[in-house]
């Protein structure tokens, strides 16, 4: 890999967040969906999770929709986001195929 | 009730205001030199703090509705306070704000990056008079030479105590001001690597 995006690897809190903003959301539903994709094993508090979405948008990877909730802020990914989450999982599947290929006790 | 008490640590200052509400004192707000309490029931109260500045209000808004959705009330902070201090409320109240420790480190780099101008001006103003010759020790010497008054020391009672007293503001301030530079200058310094420790602590 020559040049990789300077965003990967995605943290698994980034990676969620950005799997949640795939539709647009707000920033409790994102904490909800994170916890649901991730079958309850990331679970994001309220402050982490502003913080979270305060950076995803600074960096490009998400930003702000027009929301039916006027004062709750409504996010969604952006192309460049899906681009590098797109970039992540090929990552990450990469390094599970590489897992199992190299000898059977890690597979 | 008022209390004055000062932390670095936020945790350890959450865990406080904590410690006020089983003996009763609800946390209402805080000052530059304390804090404000309520006489409530006796109990447990989780507390949070977090430090966030915003642009807008619509931006503080959005910040405190979330934190409401997640089960915290918002007990004190503006758009422009920093310290946002927030207690857990609901039938199954969260424990913390914070999931991770980089967010919860982020605090302290931020309240950091805030507070370094005032590092920035005491450092200007302690050099300016280290070498422009406001720390003149010889005349420290002889502490009489600080007064302008002609004839002052030649002076006896009421006119003396007078004179002596309209002029000391004066005095401290044209030739001791490098002392307050320099305070500001440790105090500064000093919460500089306090704040670095905590954030390394955390994070």
Known sequence: ?107 | MRKLASFYDLDKEAAWLGRLAEEGWAFRSRGLLGYDFDKADAGRRVYRIDYRVFRTLADFDDYVLLFHDAGWRHVWGSKSSGFQYFEAVGDDPADDIFSDTASRASRYRAIALHTLPLLAGSLCLAVSAAFNGGVDLAAMADPRSLYFTPGLWERAGIPFVAGFLLETPFVLMRSFWWVLAFACLGISAFSQIMLFKLSRKAG
């Open chain 1, 1 to 107: 890999m020559a040049s990789r995006d300077k965003h990967l690897p995605l943290t698994e809190t980034a990676f969620y967040t950005l799997l949640a903003l795939r539709q647009p959301a707000h920033g409790y539903l994102v904490m909800q969906k994170v916890k649901e994709l991730s079958g309850g094993a990331v679970s994001m508090a309220a402050g982490t999770m502003y913080g979270a979405l305060d950076n995803l948008q600074r960096q490009g990877l998400i930003c702000q929709v027009g929301s039916p909730d006027g004062r709750r802020k409504t996010y969604q990914i952006t192309p460049y986001g899906s681009e590098v989450l797109e970039l992540d999982v090929r990552r990450i599947e990469h390094m599970a195929r590489a897992a199992r290929e190299s000898g059977g006790d890690h597979a």
